[in-house]
Every structure is written in structure tokens, then in C-alpha cells.
């Protein structure tokens, strides 16, 4: 069984290669709550107790106040205490909204992650940040929890349209850029059969991802410092995804396109790597960056939760697997994305 160990200020936790039905069949035996979605619900058939079971309608605008409300009026109903773990078995919204209540209730419960997406799976699972939007902005209350376990299963992403295995797609190629040469040079290679979900290829990228994501989460679990070159990228992809509806695979993507760019235009990147990185990702981008909204962006960007007054954290690539973090002026930032929007 294929596991890694990680272990930080918040915790330790456990990740493991599984199958599902085993998994839930033991645990739907202990003192769980399990919490998903519809649409996950419906593939798991009968394995959950429908009595201890909490199910959410899928998406995005579910991750609200409002529906953590009633995960806790659910476990105040079933006497949940600090005996009990929550299991939450779907996508990132499904794991952000079990964290963030499995954290809070009762000033904390423990809590399991099964994660059903890719992007769950290489990303949001693991590094202890749970959350709901607020008023239209990601993820802008939350905590920083650990789960105390995540099991993985490769037979969930094969009930996914090509649009979501993107996402999780771009969040390895995020953490390959920013920490791992040789992640790269594996994806520049692979990326047609990791696309394909070929499980030896799934299983090296999943994996590798999570060791480069918890070895930075490792040393600033709260992001004060290294953990913000995770962010390579998604300053401009949230504003895109908040102002055009671009997934957050095609957002993520040309995020770090304009990254990349952005690092060469301040002399912070070679030519010739960032032209490596640029030709890679245009084979994979799925997203129209011509006649955007350098406005609306620009707007956008001026609320992100990264800012410190008039400046704001941005993350620059150096070389291949090489990243760092630069205080860039708003009144900059908005030059650039003027002129990438022109481009």
C-alpha cells in the first residue's frame, strides 16, 4: 500500500493509496460522521450510514456559513462529540466545508479526508487550510486544521470530465515550477497519459505533489513566509476565475503563464527558461487569454487576501523548481496585467 507520512505544526497525518469501498465499510463501523455531496452520494450507493450521514448540494456556492450551520446542527442532533471523526468524502468544497466544521465544532472533532478530484487529491487535501467564501471571495474565513488521515482512491477520477482532471492537472505542474525540476521534466514527457489517468503516471504525480506541498506547508504551516510560493500563479487565475468563469484548471494555467512572463519582464527569469515553460503550457491551456478585462482584473487582484496595503505578495519564478516571494506595488502589477491583456 502506497503511503507518505507528514508531519507538521499542526499535526501529523497519514496518506494512503486505498480502495474506497474497503475504507468506508470499516469506518461506517467506528464513531464517524461522514459528510458529502449529491453527486458523490449517488456513486456510493448504500456503503454510508444514511443515519450519520450529511449530504450537501455540490458546488461552489454551497461553501457558505449557512451550510456549515447545518453540518452543526446535524452533529448536534446525532450527540456528535470529541470522540467522533468526520469523514468527508468528495471534491475540494466537500474537504474545505468538513475541515472547517469538524474544527470548529466543539473547538475541534478529528477529522479523515477522502478526496474524489484531482485537484483535491494533489492540492486541497493536504496543508491544513479549511474555509468557505464569504460575499463572493474564496475561501476568506477558515482555519488551519489537519486532517488525521487521507486516503486516496484513482477509481474516483475516472467518473470526471476532462475539464476537472485539468484542474488537478495545473496544481501539479504549480508545485513541479516552483520545487521540482525533475516533476517537470516528468510532465513534459508524461502529460498526455497523466491526462489519459494511466495509473502509474497518476500515482508518481499525486505522490510527488503531496511531498513537495507538505515539505513547504511543513516549515510555515500558517503562511507567513515560504508556504506563499503556492500561490505561484493565482493571484491573476482567481481574478480571472472571479471575473470571466474560467475553471480553475484554465485559470491556474494562464496564471502562470502571466507568472512566468511577469518573471522574465523583471529580469528574474532567463529567455530561454521562460520560453521552455511558456511552449509547455500552451500545449496544455484550454483558456482564450486574448481581449480580457485589464480593469476588471486589475480590480480583482485589489482584493486579494495576499495584500499589505499597497503592495502585494507576489510569488516569481527564478528557474525551473526554483521560486520566490517579492513585494510588487498594485500600481506595477496593473501595468503588467495592462499590458498582457494587450498581448
Not at 53 to 58: D, Q
Not at 62 to 87: C, H, M, N, P
Not at 175 to 199: G, T
Not at 252 to 265: F, H, L, P, Y
Request: aromatic share 8%.
Amino acid at each position: 500500500m502506497k503511503t507518505l507520512d507528514i508531519s507538521s505544526p499542526l499535526g501529523k497525518c497519514r496518506v494512503q493509496k486505498v480502495s474506497w469501498r474497503d475504507q468506508v465499510s470499516l469506518l461506517a463501523k467506528e464513531g464517524v460522521v461522514f459528510v458529502t455531496d449529491s453527486h458523490i452520494h449517488s456513486f456510493l450507493g448504500e456503503s454510508l450510514p444514511q443515519e450519520r450521514t450529511v449530504i450537501l448540494e455540490p458546488g461552489e456556492k454551497r461553501k457558505t456559513l449557512s451550510t456549515v450551520e447545518k453540518i452543526y446542527q446535524r452533529f448536534l442532533d446525532w450527540g456528535v462529540d470529541r470522540s467522533w471523526r468526520a469523514v468527508g468524502i468528495g471534491g475540494g468544497v466537500v474537504g474545505d466545508i468538513t475541515g472547517f466544521a469538524a474544527s470548529t465544532y466543539m473547538r475541534g472533532i478529528p477529522f479523515i479526508l477522502i478526496p474524489t478530484t484531482l485537484l483535491s487529491q494533489v492540492d486541497a487535501c493536504v496543508g491544513g487550510k479549511t474555509g468557505v467564501n464569504f460575499r463572493g471571495y474564496k475561501n476568506i474565513i477558515g482555519t488551519f486544521s489537519q486532517p488525521q488521515r487521507i486516503l486516496l482512491d484513482f477509481d474516483f477520477l475516472h467518473t470526471l470530465p476532462p475539464k476537472e482532471i485539468l484542474c488537478g492537472m495545473a496544481e501539479i505542474i504549480k508545485h513541479a515550477l516552483i520545487a521540482s525540476p525533475s516533476l517537470f521534466r516528468f510532465l513534459e514527457k508524461e502529460w498526455p497519459r497523466l491526462l489519459a489517468l494511466e495509473e502509474d503516471v497518476l500515482e508518481k504525480a499525486v505522490f510527488e505533489s503531496l511531498r513537495i506541498k507538505s515539505s513547504v506547508v511543513k516549515g510555515d504551516p500558517k503562511e507567513k513566509n515560504r508556504r506563499r510560493m503556492l500561490n505561484f500563479g493565482h493571484t491573476l487565475a482567481h481574478a480571472l476565475e472571479k471575473t470571466t468563469g474560467a475553471s480553475h484548471g484554465e485559470a491556474v494555467i494562464q496564471g502562470m503563464m502571466w507568472a512566468v512572463r511577469i518573471s522574465e519582464r523583471k529580469g528574474i527569469l532567463s529567455e530561454k527558461n521562460s520560453q521552455r515553460i511558456q511552449t509547455f503550457l500552451e500545449e496544455i491551456k484550454q483558456f482564450p487569454s486574448e481581449g480580457l478585462p485589464s480593469l476588471s482584473l486589475s480590480e480583482a487582484v485589489r482584493k486579494d487576501k495576499k495584500k499589505e496595503k499597497e503592495n502585494l505578495h507576489y510569488v516569481f519564478l527564478s528557474q525551473v523548481g526554483e521560486a520566490r516571494v517579492q513585494k510588487i506595488s498594485y500600481a506595477q502589477l496593473e501595468e503588467f496585467i495592462d499590458g498582457l491583456c494587450e498581448s
